[in-house]
């Protein structure tokens, strides 16, 4: 049986830990280790990782003042000797069966993804995605499968071998700009074409995902990105093709979105100068991603129409 490390970050979730722990401990697949690392908790998150780990060796615990979720990952990265890693936040869960599913459908590969659902008020759904294998990286910027930070499985030779770690400087965006760079140097990802993960969101997790400070960092790490790709990619066709989709859909998509949503609630002269200061991205939108450019278009008429009558 091959060997998987399970990195958890954790800062102040006592409400959710427990359950996130135990999705982990109850794996049918039981050749792992779950290396947790408290960024400096103030609640009650270490006292209740304590208690599980005295009764479950698997469980590694790292300690560190408050360094944010980046750092708390790599140092995890760092830490594992295992063959393959995975992801798990410390308020989401993963089904009983993901590793076991997933060591089954990464055969042949270094990159195994799954779908997930998301959490809300008692209530589950799935998240909308397509299944896809092989050179996938392209149709996840497109956002036709877009795999949650839980949902993969990762060979971490390979990781090493292309020194990919998240970027300590971004507080948004960086386990994107990450699976990305992963995605970026294979051609030959696997899939579990089922839900396997489940991705916890709370009224402050929807409030935060929607503020609109998150236009500049989206523009922040994709910009980062687009010059990964020039510095890694050497094939000009896939080159191409891969910032086509950032530019002429990716970020227009991730800065319109944010601006229709936040349109009544923000001042008008500052919405305005917003739309102002963003139009070089918006501008570049194209129709290059079917009918999810065509409802693009839509939202990006709203937000120009708000512009103009006031």
């Not at 000797?81 to 599913?101: C, G, H």
Request: overall charge positive; hydrophobic content about 35%; proline content about 1%.
């Amino acid at each position: 049986m091959v060997n998987i490390s399970i990195i958890m970050p954790v800062y102040n979730k006592e409400s959710r830990i427990k359950k996130s722990i135990e999705s982990a401990l109850n794996q049918t697949y039981k050749n792992f280790e779950l290396i947790i690392i408290d960024d400096g908790s103030t609640d009650n998150s270490k006292k209740i990782i304590e208690n599980y780990k005295e009764k479950d060796s698997r469980i590694v615990l790292l300690e560190q003042d408050n360094k944010g979720v980046s750092y708390s990952r790599n140092l995890g990265l760092g830490l594992s000797k295992a063959e393959y890693i995975s992801f798990l936040d410390a308020d989401d869960e993963l089904d009983s069966r993901f590793l076991e599913n997933m060591v089954k459908s990464i055969e042949g590969s270094d990159i195994c993804y799954c779908g997930h659902y998301y959490l809300k008020n008692g209530y589950k759904r799935k998240a909308r995605m397509k299944f896809f294998k092989g050179d996938i990286f392209e149709k996840y910027l497109y956002n036709k499968c877009t795999p949650n930070t839980n949902s993969w499985l990762i060979r971490r030779s390979y990781i090493n071998k292309y020194d990919i770690r998240f970027s300590t400087n971004m507080d948004w965006g960086e386990d994107m700009e990450f699976f990305s760079k992963v995605l970026l140097h294979s051609g030959n990802v696997k899939c579990f074409k089922g839900y396997l993960t489940y991705y916890y969101k709370d009224g402050d997790t929807c409030l935060s995902e929607n503020n609109i400070d998150k236009i500049y960092k989206d523009i922040f790490w994709m910009e980062k990105l687009k010059e990964y790709i020039l510095e890694n990619e050497m094939d000009t066709k896939r080159r191409r093709k891969l910032l086509k989709a950032i530019d002429s859909y990716r970020l227009p998509a991730l800065i319109i979105y944010r601006m229709y949503s936040n349109m009544f609630f923000l001042e008008e002269q500052e919405f305005i100068k917003i739309i102002k200061e963003v139009k070089e991205y918006t501008d570049k939108f194209g129709f290059t991603n079917g009918l999810r450019s065509l409802k693009l278009l839509y939202y990006k008429n709203k937000v120009l129409n708000y512009e103009i009558k006031n």
